[in-house]
């Protein structure tokens, strides 16, 4: 398996086997989402021409240190996947997770397989249970084992692009005028929430899916009605799209991909009724290279808001590329009078930090009035919220 982004490498022996080593540093306490991602795009990885085998490894000292070894049949193999759309689209579900990431890659010369000379060789026996404290390494492994591999895991990602100035009304009369796709894909696939957003000339879509994201938009895109729609979109769209080049579709969709960078829920009520939402997104206007940063900030502080399950945010799912950061709320009640909470900042602690990654005047977060300003600078309009009835 690969990273998003990958150093361009030399000319390998095009003859030999290829070793692939991937060191990821991940967020703490995030090592059971990464296995769950892990887990959902591994076999897909498995089915790639060329792949031989993969490994995961975590560190025995630092539980944020990971390594994953692969192996292929050779360079050619491999480098025609990790440049592929495919590989970029397979790997996102890791994107939140991981913090830093290294690749090294060897064309195997020498290769000994004690087998061969009918000697085993068996793994160190661990500690006998009970005997010592489980660390978080321990954790993540029993995590690991105790998760259902045939259960389905929720994806989402968002895809954002512009439209020609002008054209924003009747662009958002297409995005909210087709009938909703059958939700069920197949047996282990269903769509759960797509929910279409303006803001200006900027459109983003916030996509939810339960089980394969790439099974799900290929339904999609097979519908009649959607088609349809896509097509009378392109006439509006400043980057042109020709969706009859399976090629050309699938680059557009690269380059208008954002990355789940996390998603938080809070506790359900006591009373177990679920409660209605309304959904809510924000484009921040975010100084170049400072993306992350900000996503980080906007994190800690909705850990905190929706820590407790009678608190207006149900959901909170941020979503980054570059210097485009995308935040989605889910919210159990308005926030019109508490724009500070709807903008994830913390007047006591993390206004100044985050208007300091933000491109806005200087000082602007420490009044209510400059925190409006940036509430109408970056809220975007709700063009369409689509849940599905997964029975459909």
Known sequence: ????????????VDTAKLRVLLMLEIHEGSEQRFLEAYEHIRHEVAAVPGHLRDQLCQSIEDPTQWLITSEWTGSAEYLAWVDSPEHQLMVQPLHGCVRGTRSLRFAVARET??????????????????KSKAGPADKARVAAKTTRADAPSVVRCALTFTVKPGSEAEVARILAGYKSPKARVNATTSLRHTSVFMLGNRVVRAIEVEGD????????????????????????????????????ARAFFMRSSLAEIYHLTAPEPKSGKQQKTTRRAFLYPVRHGS?????????????????????PIACSSVFLRGDTLVRVLDLRRSLDDDPALALGIDRKESAARLGRLLDIEEGQLDTDEGIRRLLATCETTLVTDRRADRDA
């Open 213 to 248: 994201l790439r099974a799900a938009l290929r339904h999609v895109a097979e519908q009649p009605q959607v088609r349809a729609a896509e097509e009378a979109l392109n006439p509006h769209l400043e980057e042109a799209r020709d969706l009859n080049d399976s090629e050309a």
């Open 291 to 311: 993306g992350e940063s900000a996503a980080a900030l906007l994190k800690r502080r909705d850990e905190q808001a929706i820590a407790s399950a009678s608190g």
């Open 1 to 12: 398996m690969e990273t998003l982004v990958h150093p361009a490498a030399p000319a390998a």
């Open 113 to 130: 397989d004690v087998r061969a000379g009918g000697v085993t060789t068996k793994a160190p026996k661990r500690a006998a249970a009970g």
